[in-house]
């Protein structure tokens, strides 16, 4: 399992190290400007009232980004979950199948190895690769000295991020699992990223309209905080996102841990037999 | 009891791809320390059965035991066996070649010896520093022989194993499997090449449509060896003198004072009796195994 783990690390490290320094300098920059942004004062708030009201529906702190929870808020909690969503969806989506369409896990899987442990061990490296980013990320906000006016701890600077990494984690999962029931990695990647943006869109319209909130209410980012969790942390909402991510992972690890290893010539880049049952009876009936 | 078991033991296996049916009542019994021949055309059932074996894909129906353990119930224990040659060889095209076999040899919980690996690339004169991507085909599948070779496990699965290989590493190959059998292991290797099939192995099981038609011994497959010959004389000869020869089936004449013949099992007596005439030219072409089964089942069975 150690060497999977390894192995996975390995591959994931060029997405680390370019994600990770992108973060890093931005979240740097951002620290270090947060001074003169939050001094520009009056002037600013007449700009951002002259906003269309659906600005709002995205940067539910806008009016309060003079203060460290609006300014980590509207410059990066807001949005970084849909771009680092992207990274993660085509993570999860590659994880297990990008070796299968590239015929390479029909060899690895002939070694000593069980499905359990080489499913787990490149989820543990992928959660690894996560964090370490969203580290680097953390390690920009830290690194710049701290003005008078920011007020936040450390602590509660570090605990916002967990949101973060749980709806990271929950997308993740989701292109995991898609990835091991559809036919191929575009396919997950395609659907998982889709459902991504619906719902980052959908969770910005509910906070314009109260009636999406009855179906928003049902969707991940409904219980992400974003700068939200910086004032507070909800466990709450936290431990059911965690569980919803452990929720589909575990069923993709049903699911890999049951189906043919596919290779190229055989039919296995087919939709699972369960799926189509419709499409074969309704074959068989018109026969 | 394990001592006992055959190396491999499939029974009535079954395995369908939707509406294909790939293995369709597979039997065989392969012996320990012997090599083994799996000779089919493409798309016969060969890969499909030894994926099964090493549940990579799970049968529909049927049992098999791997040195005595049942795949499905304990695939790793069989695996830690077990070495394996994929027909499809492909391998992490940003490693080195040194990598990917530490990498593989790690999965194996290094109980690899390095020293061996470094001989065994020396012997298919494989460069260790050159990155996968780098590889032509060939090379490529020699980095897929030494990983196989490199556990000396005792039980070694090849798919087409000297698939891409030139002729001289052919033969280098088959020599390696010989010694293999000799210090121990069983070798189960698929082919569609009988010539190669017939050359090492002890015993071959022929399949067809996912069904083993015949079990048999490496003789028996050179009365399967059907050639088709082109013979052009400097005079005209009727094919007469050569009809009555055992094996020997002549062909609708294509050219004038060419005879064409289709012929199967030793060819002493064809060429005995081509020596009494002067021959201009001879042309011979060994068909396909598809083919072979076609002329040797008589399109029947």
Not at chain 1, 80 to 85: E, K, Q, Y
Not at chain 2, 169 to 182: G, H, S, T, Y
Not at chain 2, 224 to 234: D, G, K, L, P
Request: charged share 20%; proline share 3%.
């Amino acid at each position: 399992m150690w060497a999977e783990y390894k192995n996975t690390l390995r591959k994931l490290r060029g997405a680390v190290i370019g994600w990770g320094i992108g973060l890093f300098v931005y979240t740097l920059m951002m620290m270090a400007l947060f001074e003169t942004v939050a001094g520009v004062g009056l002037a600013y708030m007449t700009f951002i009232d002259a906003f269309p009201e659906e600005m709002w529906g995205f940067f539910p702190y806008l009016d309060q980004f003079q203060t460290p929870v609006g300014y980590l808020d509207t410059y990066f909690f807001s949005y970084i979950n849909i771009i680092m969503g992207i990274l993660m969806v085509g993570m999860g989506a590659k994880l297990i199948v990008k070796d299968e369409e590239d015929g390479v896990l029909d060899l690895t899987m002939a070694y000593p190895i069980s499905r359990a442990a080489l499913f787990w061990a490149r989820v543990l490296a992928a959660v690894t690769a996560v964090s370490a980013i969203l580290l680097a990320a953390i390690a920009g906000w830290l690194l710049v000295p701290k003005v008078e006016s920011w007020t936040l701890s450390t602590e509660k600077l570090l605990l916002a991020h967990l949101p973060l990494l749980a709806l990271l984690l929950l997308f993740g999962g989701l292109a995991l699992l898609l990835s091991l029931v559809l036919p191929s990695v575009k396919a997950a990647s395609g659907a998982a990223g889709g459902l991504m943006v619906a719902n980052y869109l959908l969770n910005a319209l509910a906070n314009l309209d109260d009636r999406l909130q009855a179906i928003n209410q049902f969707t991940p980012f409904y219980y992400y905080q974003g700068g939200g969790a910086v004032d507070e942390l909800n466990w709450a909402y936290l431990a059911g996102m965690l569980g919803a991510a452990l929720l589909l992972t575990l069923l993709a690890w049903w699911r890999f841990s049951a189906r043919d290893i596919r290779v190229g010539g055989e039919a296995g880049w087919e939709l699972p037999s369960w799926l189509t049952l419709k499409r074969q009876a309704n074959t068989n009936n018109g026969r | 009891m394990e001592s006992l078991s055959p190396a491999i033991e499939i029974r009535a296996l079954h395995k369908s791809y939707g509406s294909v049916k790939a293995l369709q009542g597979v039997d065989v019994t392969i012996q320990r320390g012997e090599i083994f021949g799996f000779l089919g055309p493409n798309g016969a059932g060969k890969t499909t059965t030894i994926r099964c074996v090493l549940d990579l894909i799970r049968p529909d129906s049927g049992q098999m035991r791997v040195l005595g353990i049942d795949p499905q119930q304990d695939p790793v224990a069989v695996r830690e066996k077990v070495s394996y040659l994929p027909g499809e060889l492909n391998l992490d095209a940003g490693l080195k070649v040194s990598d990917q076999l530490r990498y593989l040899a790690e999965l194996r919980g290094n109980t690899v010896e390095w020293r061996y690996v470094e001989r065994l690339a020396q012997r298919f004169d494989l460069n260790l520093g050159l990155r996968i991507k780098n590889l032509s085909k060939g090379n490529k599948q020699k980095v897929g022989i030494v990983q196989a070779l490199m556990q000396r496990s005792n039980l070694l699965i090849l798919d087409e194993p000297t698939s891409g290989l030139d002729p001289l590493m052919q033969q280098e190959v088959l020599k390696a499997l010989k010694e293999a059998r000799d210090d121990g292991a069983t070798v189960f290797f698929s082919s569609h090449i009988i010539s190669e099939v017939e050359a090492i192995a002890d015993r071959v099981a022929i399949i067809r449509k996912g069904v083993i038609v015949e079990t048999v011994t490496p003789e028996a497959l050179t009365a399967m060896q059907i050639r088709r010959v082109r013979v052009t004389f400097q005079d005209e000869v009727t094919a007469d003198a050569f009809t009555q020869l055992a094996g020997i089936k002549v062909l609708p004449q294509d050219r004038e004072r060419t005879l064409r013949f289709e012929i199967s099992g030793e060819m002493g007596a064809f060429i005995k009796t081509l020596s009494r005439f002067t021959v201009v030219d001879l042309e011979m072409e060994r068909p396909t195994l598809e083919e072979a089964f076609m002329a040797y089942y008589q399109e029947g069975v």
